[in-house]
């Protein structure tokens, strides 16, 4: 199954509201959508049942009657098998690999791509327009365009295609980002909008207030898209090899670019734990790309050929076995999806076999003849290993028959055990399972190994049997992060109308526009301008008409007659202001004020869905907070207890919980009794 793009009917000569709709897939039915919308129901089915689980518990506290506590507890208990379920099938669509391949790709090993974060809609209009008349003093009604487009722009982000454009317009999201918050986002007071996000591997909701979240979940979704991207590629190319090599080091970039910027995201999927087992992932995929498309046109069968495909094969299986031991270690092994670790296991096998049997081939099939180079052969041959069992010498090998033949048989029957085990760990996972064509690649070359040891299977071999050596691994083109250009994308601001964003912006404060009347006396107006725009008046003469007026030292001018001249320079200004005849005219002008230090803002982050902590009494300012040494702070709960009511009246954000090292048990284990409440403090984004 593909994603087979289809036209969304929007021409590239459509105008400037519509430039980002290229990169946007929004009616498209693929697979990759409907896996999505899939993705989508899921979280809300597992936000109702949280909701009942809360219910349930505030019930179970406040009731004193047994039996209504035993009706209470059973229904609990279906809460939590519910959940379970539902995460189940969460965890299988994360697994639904055979979505994102090439149609064609028959003959390589499927390779995993991130599902993108799911998110509700926003609607800025009526905070935006209330914000840009109390603070900006202008009315909200003149920018319902600009305010339409960043709507229309985000709606897009939802349902990227699978393409650079897709990326693009992301990323133009991303770029606006800043601008909006330096617009709109005071420092002293909330805006009243709700980002909310959704994890992608538990499917937990994650609200907050600030665009911290916003922009982490962005980013994301951008790592998302160009590990899509590299899955789609073809890969029986060169230039298919090329743009998956690219698109997962992308990814990598893009998602170690994530966990720098923002480094306390309250969602799991974008903890720094996860992040750093995805980035080896994304390096490990592209790695396993290099080594394809150095075996493309075939290997050659000679002794140099053969050993350096035994260690790039050696790279590839190291790789994914750090990748592998990374995803089983706590607290990444609750939530990443069974098959990714099943997944790199069997990778892990499948590559160091092929390693070992590239080794069997430039052992047994070439012999050390005398026109060969004696001493490179023996430099090559001692780089494979790191240490040679019984004594032996890389030139014993060479110029022995018996010592080589016989390592080269270590190696064939290491290459199929780890066939066999690769097959073993195959059929361990069900949705592993489904990958047919997987399967028949790893059996292919364990029949392959069986061949050759066949070829040279003698009925005395058991009398001599060694154990192969280890194969260093080496590779001539290493894989790594690359941070994508698209992350420092230009755009302009929606809003520039309001004016410069270094003056004009929700940290400044200052008075409403005044009215001026300036009367000049011999050509002179009393004052002097300078600065970038907006001018600033200065030099003021305290005895001239303008100060008599109301003008002060240090005023901005934002308009002159009916000329809007926020982005006027003093040049500009004063060619308006020159031509003033005796009658004089009316300039606008606004003052800076001081900003009284007001009670901090909290991030009201939200999660799992939770009435009582969806309201702002997560944003008042508590006791509590003003003395953070009394301030106990106490284990993080597992799963099962995410919906648990807070006892902390003062917590200002309720995240997802890492696990528990005293041995809480995690939500995908059975749990014998349902668990005790707990409460836990994290911090919110910067």
């Given amino acids: 199954m593909t994603d087979a793009l289809l036209p969304n009917g929007v021409k590239d000569g459509g105008g400037e509201r519509n430039y980002f709709e290229k990169g946007c897939n929004r009616f498209a039915q693929t697979g990759r959508s409907k896996l999505q919308n899939q993705r989508a129901g899921l979280n809300q089915q597992i936000i109702k049942q949280m909701r009942l689980r809360a219910g349930a518990e505030n019930l179970l506290k406040a009731s004193a009657n047994n039996k209504v506590k035993e009706m209470v507890l059973l229904e609990l208990s279906y809460c939590n098998a519910n959940l379970q379920l539902l995460m189940g099938e969460l965890e299988g669509l994360n697994s639904s690999v055979e979505v994102y391949q090439n149609a064609q790709e028959t003959a390589n090993i499927p390779l995993i791509a991130l599902g993108l974060k799911e998110t509700k809609e926003v609607d800025f209009s009526a905070p935006f327009k209330d914000f840009i008349m109390e603070h900006y003093n202008e009315e909200g009604r003149r920018y319902e365009e600009e305010i339409a487009d960043l709507m229309d722009l985000r709606q897009s982000c939802r349902t990227p295609s699978r393409t650079e454009e897709g990326v693009e317009l992301l990323a133009k999201y991303f770029a606006h980002l800043p601008l909006v918050e330096s617009r709109f986002f005071s420092p002293s007071r909330p805006t009243g909008i709700f980002f909310t996000w959704y994890d992608s591997f538990t499917g937990v909701p994650v609200c907050q207030q600030n665009l911290s979240l916003e922009k982490a979940s962005i980013l994301f979704n951008m790592a998302a898209l160009y590990s899509q991207i590299g899955t789609r590629s073809n890969r029986q190319a060169s230039d298919g090899l090329d743009e998956a090599i690219s698109s997962f080091q992308k990814a990598?970039?893009?998602?170690?670019?994530?966990?720098?910027?923002?480094?306390?995201?309250?969602?799991?999927?974008?903890?720094?734990?996860?992040?750093?087992?995805?980035i080896r992932m994304m390096i490990a995929q592209a790695q396993e790309c290099i080594f394809e498309k150095t075996a493309l046109p075939g290997v050659r069968n000679n002794f140099y050929a053969l050993l350096k495909m035994a260690q790039e094969a050696a790279k590839v299986s190291e790789i994914y076995d750090n990748v592998h031991q990374y995803m089983i270690q706590t607290p990444v092994k609750d939530n990443v999806p069974f098959f990714w670790s099943t997944m790199a296991q069997v990778k892990t096998n499948h590559y160091r076999a092929v390693a070992h049997y590239f080794v069997s081939l430039a052992l047994l099939?070439?012999?050390?003849?005398?026109?060969?180079?004696?001493?490179?052969?023996?430099?090559?041959?001692?780089q494979v290993y790191d240490h040679i069992p019984d004594g032996r010498t890389p030139l014993d090998i060479l110029k022995k028959?018996?010592?080589?033949?016989?390592?080269?048989?270590?190696?064939?029957?290491?290459?199929?055990?780890?066939?066999?085990?690769?097959?073993?760990?195959?059929s361990l996972c069900l949705h592993l399972k489904k990958l047919e064509a997987l399967k028949d690649i790893l059996k292919a070359s364990l029949q392959r190994s069986v061949e050759k040891s066949s070829a040279h299977e003698e009925e005395e071999d058991?009398?001599?049997?060694?154990?192969?050596?280890?194969?260093?691994?080496?590779?001539?083109?290493?894989?790594?992060?690359?941070?994508?250009?698209?992350?420092?994308?230009?755009?302009?601001?929606?809003?520039?109308?309001?004016?410069?964003?270094?003056?004009?912006?929700a940290k400044q404060q200052w008075t409403a526009p005044r009215t001026v009347h300036i009367c000049p006396e011999d050509r002179d107006l009393g004052f002097t301008l300078r600065g970038e725009p907006p001018v600033q008046v200065v030099s003021l003469d305290p005895l001239c008409q303008a100060a008599e007026d109301g003008l002060k030292e240090g005023d901005y001018i934002v308009a002159v007659g009916d000329t809007d001249c926020k982005w006027m320079g003093v040049g500009d200004v004063m060619r308006l202001l020159k031509d003033v005849g005796e009658e004089g005219i009316d300039i606008q002008v606004v003052s800076t004020?001081?900003?009284?230090?007001?009670?901090?803002?909290?991030?009201?982050?939200?999660?799992?869905?939770?009435?009582?902590?969806?309201?702002?009494?997560?944003?008042?300012y508590d006791d509590a907070d003003k003395h953070p040494k009394t301030h106990k702070v106490n284990k993080k709960s597992s799963f099962l207890s995410w919906g648990i009511k807070n006892k902390l009246k003062s917590t200002s954000t309720l995240s997802l919980p890492t696990a528990d090292q005293s041995g809480a048990l995690p939500w995908n284990k059975p749990c014998p009794s349902f668990p005790r409440s707990s409460s836990h403090n994290t911090d919110s984004l910067p």
């Fill in 252 to 278: 990598a970039g893009t998602l170690h670019h994530l966990k720098e910027t923002f480094t306390h995201t309250p969602s799991y999927d974008m903890s720094p734990a996860m992040l750093s087992m995805l």
């Fill in 593 to 620: 004020m001081d900003s009284n230090s007001a009670m901090p803002t909290k991030s009201a982050t939200f999660c799992g869905n939770i009435p009582k902590t969806y309201s702002m009494i997560c944003l008042a």
């Fill in 401 to 426: 028959r018996e010592e080589r033949e016989q390592i080269g048989k270590a190696h064939i029957r290491r290459a199929i055990l780890c066939h066999e085990e690769a097959l073993r760990v195959y």
């Fill in 462 to 505: 058991f009398t001599d049997y060694m154990e192969a050596p280890d194969i260093i691994s080496k590779t001539e083109i290493k894989a790594e992060m690359e941070i994508p250009a698209t992350i420092k994308v230009k755009v302009i601001d929606f809003f520039q109308r309001l004016g410069p964003l270094s003056v004009f912006s």
């Fill in 365 to 382: 099939d070439h012999q050390l003849g005398a026109q060969d180079d004696e001493d490179q052969q023996e430099k090559v041959l001692s």
